[in-house]
Structures are given as C-alpha cells and as structure tokens.
C-alpha cells in the first residue's frame, strides 16, 4: 500500500523540526526536512557567487546543484554535489538569504520534485515538514498539521537553540524570525499558509514531547 503521509507546516522556531523527527522516529517513518533543501539550495548559490536578490539568476543556477537529503545512523543527513552542508545551512548567511532563495519559483519546482519522490520511495510512511507541505507538496496527505507559537515563545525557543541568553541578540533574533514569516507569508508562489484541511496546534503552552504525543493520536485516529 502507499506510504502513509504526515505533514507539518508553520512558520520558524514553531518546533516543527524536532516535533517531526521524533514523530518519524517513534512511528518508523522517514524524516523529510524540506527547509534544508531550500538552505542547501542557498548554500550552493552563495557559494557560487549567484546574487540572491536577482531571481532570473537564481532561477537559472538553480538547475545545476545535485541536492540529496536523507537519513543515516546519526540522523537526517543533507548533501550538495555530494558534500554534507548540515552544519553551514545553519548559519547566518544561509539564514539571511533563503527567504529570497525560495521564493524563486523555479527554485520551488525543482525541490518539490524531489520532495514528492522521496515519499513514494517511503517505506512504511514519511513525514514532512516545511511551510507548503499541506498547500501545494502533498494536497492529499493523510494528516496534516500546521504549527503555531506565538513570536516571543519561538524566539525565546531559537535563542535556546542556539546558546544565546543576550536580551539584545534575542531581540535581533526575534525581528529575524518576524521577517522571515513576512517574507515566506507573503511571497506569490506556495506561501506560508494553513491548508483548510490541517489541524492548527497551538505549541506555545505544550512541551515537545506533548506536541508529539497529540500528533502520534491524530495519526492513528486517521491511518
Ligand atoms: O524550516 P527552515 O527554517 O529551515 O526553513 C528555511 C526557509 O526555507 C524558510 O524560511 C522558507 O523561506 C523556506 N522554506 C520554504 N518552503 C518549505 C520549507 C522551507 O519556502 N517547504
């Protein structure tokens, strides 16, 4: 039978990445980080010397990176051209630029090709997180959650992340986190968005492990 299909959208620092990971893991899923793929996309660009901001550029370059996400024992793995970009995706220049980047709808067919690939090859099931899963990835999938926390919580959960415990650099995270919603809310191709079908769950009051535990319900309520 097909793989079944779970998938979580919303907007940064909402804890979709951990949530879906552990989700994958305690249903034997696979993981499918589709804002790495944007990021390793974004990387390769930098990298190449494209101007970000120029999106017939991008739109052009962005047919020649070979990107391949997947799994290995240490977890969810992401290669360009075959090197691992895991940790560098993380960084700022990637962070700064890849709102542009994946606003390119060029950029989006590509990647969503993929994307939809790697859950036909899904063994048991998949899921897949990213801000137009539901929308426009997979229309059809078997549960679909959107993800939501207010602003302060996820910036409070990305400084967490990431060490910081500078009011200032938190400040600056936030209005970080803030422009990027905009930007992925507003832009015309498969913006940030809850598909009329998904469930909307409030994480700002939950700890990670109750958000998964509520999701792991929705999926045998329906599967
Ligand atoms: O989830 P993450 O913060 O890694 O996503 C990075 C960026 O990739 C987002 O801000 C968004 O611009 C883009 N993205 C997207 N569509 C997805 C996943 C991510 O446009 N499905």
Request: charged share 20%; aromatic share 4%; no cysteine.
């Amino acid at each position: 039978s097909a793989p079944v299909v779970v998938v979580l959208d919303g907007p940064a620092g909402t804890g979709k990445s951990t949530v879906s990971r552990e989700i994958a893991a305690q249903l034997g899923y696979s993981f499918l980080d589709t804002g790495a793929m944007y990021r390793a996309m974004t990387f390769w660009l930098l990298n190449a010397g494209v101007d970000v901001d120029d999106a017939d550029a991008v739109a052009v370059a962005s047919g020649k990176p070979v990107i391949v996400s997947g799994t290995d024992a240490a977890g969810p793995t992401i290669t360009v051209d075959g090197v691992d970009v895991s940790g560098p995706i993380r960084e700022q220049p990637v962070t700064a630029a890849v709102s542009a980047v994946s606003a390119v709808a060029e950029v989006r067919t590509r990647l969503v090709e993929l994307q939809r690939a790697s859950a036909l090859h899904a063994e048991r099931g998949i899921v897949a997180e990213g801000r137009d899963m539901g929308t426009v990835v997979f229309p059809r999938a078997d549960v679909k959650v959107f993800l939501t926390a207010s602003a302060e919580t996820r910036a409070a959960r990305r400084a967490a992340q990431l060490g910081v415990t500078d009011l200032t650099e938190i400040a600056a995270i936030l209005a970080d986190i803030n422009r990027r919603d905009t930007a992925d809310s507003s832009r015309a191709t498969a913006p940030l968005r809850k598909a009329d079908d998904a469930v909307e769950v409030d994480t700002s009051e939950m700890t990670p492990d109750q958000v998964v535990a509520h999701i792991i319900g929705l999926v045998h309520q329906r599967v």
